[in-house]
Protein backbone atom coordinates (compact mmCIF):
# COMPACT_ATOMS: atom_id res chain seq x y z
CA UNK A 1 0.00 0.00 0.00
CA UNK A 2 1.71 3.17 -0.88
CA UNK A 3 1.04 6.82 1.06
CA UNK A 4 -0.38 8.45 -2.01
CA UNK A 5 -3.04 7.93 -3.98
CA UNK A 6 -4.66 8.78 -7.19
CA UNK A 7 -7.18 10.51 -8.48
CA UNK A 8 -9.94 8.02 -10.02
CA UNK A 9 -11.59 11.07 -12.18
CA UNK A 10 -10.17 13.52 -14.91
CA UNK A 11 -12.92 16.65 -13.49
CA UNK A 12 -11.33 20.08 -14.07
CA UNK A 13 -10.54 21.84 -11.02
CA UNK A 14 -13.23 25.32 -10.25
CA UNK A 15 -12.76 28.13 -11.46
CA UNK A 16 -10.37 30.49 -9.53
CA UNK A 17 -12.51 34.00 -9.26
CA UNK A 18 -10.48 35.92 -6.72
CA UNK A 19 -9.83 39.22 -9.36
CA UNK A 20 -12.64 38.55 -10.90
CA UNK A 21 -13.90 42.02 -8.50
CA UNK A 22 -10.78 43.89 -9.28
CA UNK A 23 -11.70 43.86 -12.82
CA UNK A 24 -15.42 44.68 -12.65
CA UNK A 25 -13.97 47.75 -10.63
CA UNK A 26 -11.79 48.58 -13.09
CA UNK A 27 -14.33 48.35 -15.93
CA UNK A 28 -16.79 50.42 -13.71
CA UNK A 29 -14.29 53.01 -13.55
CA UNK A 30 -13.21 52.94 -16.65
CA UNK A 31 -16.87 53.70 -18.01
CA UNK A 32 -17.01 56.22 -15.57
CA UNK A 33 -14.29 58.26 -16.75
CA UNK A 34 -15.02 57.97 -20.57
CA UNK A 35 -18.82 58.59 -20.50
CA UNK A 36 -19.89 61.80 -21.65
CA UNK A 37 -22.75 62.98 -20.38
CA UNK A 38 -24.86 65.73 -23.21
CA UNK A 39 -26.42 68.67 -20.82
CA UNK A 40 -29.09 69.62 -23.56
CA UNK A 41 -31.11 68.34 -26.30
CA UNK A 42 -30.73 71.27 -28.48
CA UNK A 43 -34.17 72.13 -30.83
CA UNK A 44 -32.62 75.29 -31.80
CA UNK A 45 -30.50 75.65 -35.15
CA UNK A 46 -27.55 76.94 -33.80
CA UNK A 47 -25.03 78.48 -36.42
CA UNK A 48 -23.17 80.50 -34.21
CA UNK A 49 -21.31 83.80 -36.07
CA UNK A 50 -17.64 83.92 -35.61
CA UNK A 51 -15.50 86.37 -33.80
CA UNK A 52 -11.65 87.07 -33.06
CA UNK A 53 -11.24 88.02 -30.27
CA UNK A 54 -12.53 85.01 -27.72
CA UNK A 55 -12.01 83.96 -23.99
CA UNK A 56 -12.64 80.78 -22.65
CA UNK A 57 -15.50 80.54 -20.19
CA UNK A 58 -16.44 79.47 -16.64
CA UNK A 59 -19.53 76.92 -16.66
CA UNK A 60 -19.16 76.13 -13.34
CA UNK A 61 -21.65 79.57 -13.27
CA UNK A 62 -23.49 79.95 -16.40
CA UNK A 63 -26.48 79.58 -17.31
CA UNK A 64 -27.39 78.84 -21.33
CA UNK A 65 -29.94 80.71 -23.49
CA UNK A 66 -30.85 79.17 -27.06
CA UNK A 67 -32.25 81.71 -29.93
CA UNK A 68 -32.64 80.49 -32.83
CA UNK A 69 -34.71 78.86 -35.84
CA UNK A 70 -36.46 75.41 -34.58
CA UNK A 71 -34.17 72.75 -35.60
CA UNK A 72 -34.99 68.81 -35.65
CA UNK A 73 -35.15 68.21 -32.34
CA UNK A 74 -38.24 70.78 -32.31
CA UNK A 75 -41.98 68.92 -32.53
CA UNK A 76 -43.62 72.28 -33.22
CA UNK A 77 -44.90 74.20 -35.94
CA UNK A 78 -43.31 77.43 -35.91
CA UNK A 79 -40.55 78.47 -38.33
CA UNK A 80 -40.24 81.57 -35.81
CA UNK A 81 -37.25 81.85 -33.75
CA UNK A 82 -37.55 80.15 -30.56
CA UNK A 83 -36.05 80.55 -27.47
CA UNK A 84 -34.85 77.12 -25.27
CA UNK A 85 -33.43 77.31 -21.42
CA UNK A 86 -32.06 74.22 -20.45
CA UNK A 87 -34.85 71.58 -21.91
CA UNK A 88 -37.36 73.98 -22.27
CA UNK A 89 -38.79 75.85 -25.15
CA UNK A 90 -40.13 79.28 -23.74
CA UNK A 91 -41.69 82.78 -24.58
CA UNK A 92 -40.16 86.01 -24.10
CA UNK A 93 -42.73 86.39 -21.10
CA UNK A 94 -41.36 82.94 -19.55
CA UNK A 95 -37.40 83.87 -19.53
CA UNK A 96 -37.18 85.51 -16.44
CA UNK A 97 -38.65 82.61 -14.06
CA UNK A 98 -36.96 79.90 -16.57
CA UNK A 99 -33.42 81.71 -16.15
CA UNK A 100 -34.04 81.86 -12.59
CA UNK A 101 -35.26 78.31 -12.40
CA UNK A 102 -32.58 76.71 -14.52
CA UNK A 103 -30.02 78.75 -12.02
CA UNK A 104 -31.70 77.68 -8.53
CA UNK A 105 -31.26 73.94 -10.44
CA UNK A 106 -27.72 73.96 -11.65
CA UNK A 107 -25.53 76.32 -9.94
CA UNK A 108 -24.04 75.98 -6.35
CA UNK A 109 -25.34 78.22 -3.62
CA UNK A 110 -22.22 79.91 -3.18
CA UNK A 111 -21.98 80.74 -6.86
CA UNK A 112 -25.75 82.24 -7.74
CA UNK A 113 -24.52 85.70 -6.90
CA UNK A 114 -22.31 85.59 -9.63
CA UNK A 115 -23.76 83.91 -12.43
CA UNK A 116 -23.53 84.65 -16.25
CA UNK A 117 -26.19 84.15 -18.95
CA UNK A 118 -24.67 82.88 -21.88
CA UNK A 119 -26.18 83.91 -25.05
CA UNK A 120 -26.17 80.95 -28.00
CA UNK A 121 -27.95 83.01 -31.39
CA UNK A 122 -28.26 81.79 -34.38
CA UNK A 123 -26.81 84.19 -36.65
CA UNK A 124 -29.93 84.28 -38.82
CA UNK A 125 -32.43 84.86 -35.44
CA UNK A 126 -34.59 87.87 -35.41
CA UNK A 127 -33.02 90.93 -33.29
CA UNK A 128 -36.26 91.87 -31.70
CA UNK A 129 -36.35 88.39 -30.07
CA UNK A 130 -32.73 89.06 -28.53
CA UNK A 131 -33.77 92.34 -27.35
CA UNK A 132 -36.65 91.55 -25.61
CA UNK A 133 -34.35 88.62 -23.76
CA UNK A 134 -32.23 90.78 -22.94
CA UNK A 135 -35.06 92.95 -21.01
CA UNK A 136 -36.29 90.21 -19.72
CA UNK A 137 -32.46 89.17 -18.02
CA UNK A 138 -31.98 92.92 -17.02
CA UNK A 139 -35.67 92.77 -15.26
CA UNK A 140 -34.59 89.17 -13.52
CA UNK A 141 -31.55 90.84 -12.30
CA UNK A 142 -29.02 89.04 -14.35
CA UNK A 143 -26.82 92.12 -15.65
CA UNK A 144 -23.38 89.72 -16.98
CA UNK A 145 -24.56 88.67 -20.16
CA UNK A 146 -22.12 87.10 -22.72
CA UNK A 147 -22.40 86.14 -26.43
CA UNK A 148 -21.06 82.75 -27.31
CA UNK A 149 -19.56 82.33 -30.68
CA UNK A 150 -16.90 80.39 -32.65
CA UNK A 151 -13.60 81.26 -33.02
CA UNK A 152 -11.88 82.84 -36.57
CA UNK A 153 -8.69 84.02 -37.50
CA UNK A 154 -10.42 87.33 -38.18
CA UNK A 155 -13.96 88.80 -39.45
CA UNK A 156 -14.03 90.66 -42.31
Not at 84 to 106: D, F, N, P, T
Amino acid sequence: MSKFKKKKGGELPPVNTASLPDIVFMLLFFFMVATVLRKNDLKVLNQLPPADQVEKLDKTKTVYVYIGKPGEGYKGKSTESIIQIGEKIVSVEEVKSAVLEERELKIRDELKDYVTVALKIDENAEYGLVYDVKQELREANLPKIIYITTPSSAVE
